[in-house]
């Protein structure tokens, strides 16, 4: 008889800490989305569109990488930061500044996820 692999079923404890971390990553994103269509001077016309269409899409990503996180996806970790980042690049273009308040969150979620790399599947 053949043997069959089982999948170790580790369950990682995100602790109280995490979670609403990962709670506000999400609360984080929509209202930093309103944020910067609410502040944004340049550029005018069709570009402007694109750019928003982008910060929706950015904003999006970082809901769901969000939810990632909360299950210990590495996809989830490299969405979130592929979200940032280009979220960080469309809101220098609309509103010539504000992309600090998107590279803190970043670097709080690498500070809390320091030595939990390896939790993530």
């Known amino acids: 008889m053949a043997k069959q692999k089982q999948k170790s079923s580790k369950h990682h404890e995100r602790g109280l800490g995490l979670s609403i971390w990962l709670i506000l990553i999400v609360i984080h994103g929509f209202i930093a989305g309103f944020a910067t269509l609410s502040l944004m001077k340049e550029p005018e016309g069709p570009t402007r569109e694109w750019l ?38 469309v809101v220098l273009i609309l509103t010539g500044w ?24």
């Open 52 to 89: 928003v269409i982008g910060l929706l899409i950015f904003t999006a990503a970082k809901v769901i990488a969000a939810l990632g996180l909360w299950n210990w996806k590495k996809w989830g970790l490299n969405l979130y930061v592929i979200g940032v980042l280009g979220t960080m690049i």
């Open 98 to 121: 504000g992309v600090f308040y998107e590279a803190i969150p970043l670097l709080i979620t690498g500070w809390v996820l320091r030595g939990k790399l390896d939790y993530f599947e």
